[in-house]
């Protein structure tokens, strides 16, 4: 299996932004909640914080700017430009303000109450898994959200369903995407390489060191749309190196118990997107009109406050098989 090469450019990264970087005390003007760790990664923390002069919540993502002994203030600064950039979009979180540190710097973003659709994917029936139903609503925002970033050239890189946040989980609300640290602006002229992402969601281009484009993206949507509907992980292996080779090889099950009570429809829509040539895949426009996504009723609205009167109004509703409990990491 092809191993990542570790070298790394920086080309792609927006410099301008707009928001005011406060350097006075975050403290002095957020309460950050006791025990209350939203997430973490490599290189920050997320925790929810109640802004004093209003009572409202919101997530602080605190990162650090020096990364492996090298300055990122830069990619940080990417990340505020992109998340800018975004604001007109209701699928892209809102950055509310950032503050500047000696070592840190802190994002203050929206808080997405129903957290990662990654715990949904991964849930029993009985614990709040998704129904097809629920997936084809969903998957439509994270749709409708792509395409905007694809439309102002932004390739986000890292779609999997930790960066795909929820407004509420029960009732089901609205998708956010989170987290433009690995986003990149594309250009035409310009080729851009990388190598990042995480292993199980990363697209053959990637590892093979070859052209990066909004296709990418578009890969890790056909893995979303997988995972969202089986709560499998479609090419994850017992290590990286099997993982790596299952994706460069297109190794997918489609005769996957959950897949075979699903709409046919919905088994196609994932069938255009993991495809090993990037110029095969459908754009985030092709795949808004899959005739899979097509079938939502008239009544079913597009935000859960539609979704919430509607099922109001007709309750003996039956909705197809939901996925069945997993065992991905
Ligand atoms: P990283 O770059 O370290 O992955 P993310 O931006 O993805 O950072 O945030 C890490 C995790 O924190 C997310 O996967 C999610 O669980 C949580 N998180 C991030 N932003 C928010 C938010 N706005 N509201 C609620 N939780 C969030
Ligand atoms: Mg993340």
Partial sequence: APEPRQDRSVSGLLSEIKTTIHTECFNDHYT????????????????????KCTGHDYAAKFMRKRRKGQDCRM??????????????SPRVVSLHQVYEMASEMVLVLEFAAGGEIFNQCVSDRED????????????????????????NNIVHLDLKPQNILLTSSSP?????????GLSRMVC?????????????YVAPEILNYEPISTATDMWSIGVLAYMMLTGI???????????FLNISQLNVSYTEEELQQLDQAALSFIQTLLRKRPQD??????????????????????????????????????SPEPPSSITTP
């Fill in 32 to 51: 950050i909640i006791p025990g209350k760790e939203l997430g973490r990664g490599k290189f920050a923390v997320v925790r929810k914080c109640v802004e």
């Fill in 75 to 88: 990619e940080i600064i990417h990340e505020i430009a992109v998340l800018e950039l975004a604001t007109t």
């Fill in 128 to 151: 709040g898994a998704f129904t097809e139903k629920d997936v084809k609503r969903l998957m439509k925002q994270i749709l409708e959200g792509v395409a905007f970033l694809h439309q």
């Fill in 172 to 180: 089901l609300g609205d998708i956010k995407i989170v987290d433009f």
């Fill in 188 to 200: 035409n002229h310009q080729e851009l390489r990388e190598i990042m992402g995480t292993p199980e």
């Fill in 233 to 243: 992980s479609p090419f994850v292996g017992e290590d990286k190196q099997e993982t």
């Fill in 281 to 318: 895949r459908a754009t985030a426009q092709q795949c808004l009109k899959h005739p899979w996504l097509q079938s939502l009723d008239s009544q079913e609205g597009q935000t859960a406050e539609n979704q919430e009167a509607y099922h109001t109004a007709s309750s003996s509703n039956s």
